[in-house]
Each structure stands twice: as structure tokens, then as C-alpha cells.
């Protein structure tokens, strides 16, 4: 009978544990999505958690095991669109209209986070260290994006251009933010200017 209440007190205190550990990361989460890393202190993360910041210490031995679990629980619960299902797709513009949406709509549901994270990564190593992840995904969904397009150099240059241009977040927030477009308005604004630079006769200037 020892044995088993001792058991059962060590699997309680490791509950518990793991309890305080989902507390602390869900409050520098909270954190990064308001104020933004670079303004996330430990003893911040630590008074939203309710606990001291020897406990946030003891869990995290560091701001970067801190950051590391903050963006591993985030990007569970907000994964980016599957580039994989976009490949799928043969038709190239097809896949554009498929790509906007889902991207569009990741935007809107993160785009708090994503201010935060493109302010901050000029601001803070870590941040932009971690961050290159997110960039070398949207270098990815231009490719993805780009694959059984037939074009001459001239027009691949400028498609390639249009492309990363319409699947920016930046592109995202002008067009609906301060242009006030709705999610799909702005797509097919995006869309109609990848389809533009693929033409022969795209007006040059200057």
C-alpha cells in the first residue's frame, strides 16, 4: 500500500507540474499576441501565470526554452495552410484561388500575433532568429505557387515578383485593413495582379 500512495503522489506532483508548465507558456502566449515579445518580461509572464519567477525559471531555464514553447503551443493551435494540399492542385491559378483564401484567412485569425512578430524581429535577435521559420514558409508557398507556370524569363521575374507580393502579410493588412476590402475582394485583387504580370503585354513605365 506505500508503494502505491507513493506512486499516486508522484504521478499528482507531476500533473501539477505539467499544469503549471501549460500555465506559464498559454501566459506568455497571452503576451506575445498583446504586447509583443520584446515587451514580455519573465516577471510579466510570471505574475499573468500566477506564480514566481523562480517557478517560470524552474520550467524555463531561459527566454529562449520560454519563446520555443510559446511558439510550438501557438503554431498547434494556429497552423499555417498545408502547402502540401496546395501542390495538389494542377492548375496554377486554381491553386492562386485556393492558396489567397486559406492564406488570407490564416492572416485574419493570427494577424495580431503576426504585428507583434514582424515589429519585433528587428528589434530582437531571438525573435528573428525563430521568425526565419515563418519566412521560409511563405519563400515556399511562392514556389508551391509558382510550379507549372510556362513563362519567359521577363514574365517569370515579374510573376515571381506579383506573387510574393499578393501572399505577404503586409500585402494583407494594406488591402483589408486600411483599404478596408474584405478578405475575398483583396484575393481577387492579389489574384488579378499575378495575372497581369504573366502577360506579354504587361505595361512597362518609365
Known amino acids: 500500500m506505500?508503494?502505491?500512495?507513493?506512486?499516486?503522489?508522484?504521478q499528482r506532483r507531476a500533473?501539477?507540474?505539467?499544469?503549471?508548465?501549460?500555465?506559464?507558456?498559454?501566459?506568455?502566449v497571452a503576451l506575445h499576441g498583446t504586447v509583443g515579445p520584446a515587451r514580455t518580461s519573465?516577471?510579466?509572464?510570471?505574475?499573468?501565470?500566477?506564480?514566481?519567477?523562480?517557478?517560470?525559471y524552474r520550467h524555463f531555464p531561459d527566454?529562449?526554452?520560454?519563446?520555443?514553447?510559446?511558439?510550438?503551443?501557438?503554431?498547434?493551435?494556429?497552423?499555417?495552410?498545408?502547402?502540401?494540399?496546395?501542390?495538389?492542385?494542377?492548375?496554377?491559378?486554381?491553386r492562386l484561388h485556393v492558396a489567397l483564401g486559406e492564406l488570407y484567412a490564416f492572416y485574419r485569425r493570427t494577424g495580431q500575433m503576426l504585428d507583434n512578430l514582424f515589429r519585433d524581429e528587428t528589434e530582437v535577435p531571438l525573435v528573428r532568429e525563430r521568425f526565419a521559420a515563418f519566412h521560409g514558409y511563405l519563400a515556399a508557398a511562392c514556389d508551391t505557387l509558382m510550379a507549372g507556370r510556362r513563362l519567359q524569363a521577363a514574365g517569370r521575374r515579374r510573376t515571381q515578383a506579383?506573387?510574393?507580393h499578393a501572399i505577404a502579410f503586409s500585402t494583407w493588412k494594406s488591402l483589408v485593413r486600411e483599404q478596408e476590402l474584405d478578405d475575398t475582394d483583396a484575393a481577387e485583387l492579389a489574384r488579378a495582379?499575378?495575372?497581369?504580370?504573366?502577360r506579354r503585354d504587361t505595361p512597362r513605365f518609365g
Open 2 to 10: 506505500p508503494d502505491k500512495t507513493r506512486s499516486y503522489r508522484m
Open 15 to 28: 500533473e501539477s507540474q505539467e499544469q503549471t508548465r501549460l500555465r506559464i507558456t498559454e501566459s506568455a
Open 63 to 94: 527566454e529562449a526554452a520560454l519563446f520555443d514553447a510559446c511558439t510550438a503551443h501557438w503554431a498547434a493551435l494556429n497552423p499555417p495552410p498545408d502547402l502540401a494540399a496546395w501542390s495538389t492542385i494542377v492548375d496554377p491559378d486554381e
Open 193 to 198: 495582379l499575378v495575372a497581369v504580370s504573366s
Open 42 to 56: 519573465i516577471s510579466s509572464v510570471a505574475a499573468l501565470a500566477g506564480v514566481r519567477r523562480s517557478t517560470v
Open 162 to 164: 506579383a506573387l510574393g
